[in-house]
């Protein structure tokens, strides 16, 4: 079995920065990639941000040069740096681990980004 928790959502002015934090505990032998999804109001969920276990990255094209996706292996931790936020990037931000090896797929509780005046 698999957790995740996240930590690091909060409101935040327009143009600011936030980093979530993403630390996953338990077997992680399964895990391929980490994921950083969000979900704004009223919207689908869409994944904004990947990492394999190899160090691939990718950024859908919304966040692409805004968002940093980055791990640290010692610290099971997966972190989001979010910069020149605007109100368009309010979601609940969402961490996954796909261990599809496993045929699974792991979330985290979701946390809360607000980005207001």
């Known amino acids: 079995q698999v957790q995740l928790v996240e930590s690091g959502g909060g409101l935040v002015q327009p143009g600011g920065s936030l980093t979530l934090s993403c630390t996953v505990a338990?077997?992680?032998?399964?895990?391929?990639?980490m994921e950083w999804h969000r979900q704004p109001p009223g919207e689908e969920r869409e994944v904004v941000a990947s990492i394999t276990s190899g160090g691939i990255i990718h950024y859908s094209f919304a966040v692409k040069g805004q968002f940093n996706v980055s791990r640290d292996n010692a610290k099971n931790t997966v972190y989001l740096q979010m910069s020149s936020l605007k109100p368009g990037d309010t979601a609940v931000y969402y961490c996954?681990?796909?261990?599809?090896?496993?045929?699974?797929?792991?979330w985290g509780q979701g946390t809360q980004v607000t980005v207001s005046s």
């Open positions: 338990g077997d992680t032998r399964c895990i391929s990639a």
């Open positions: 996954g681990a796909d261990a599809q090896d496993c045929g699974k797929y792991y």
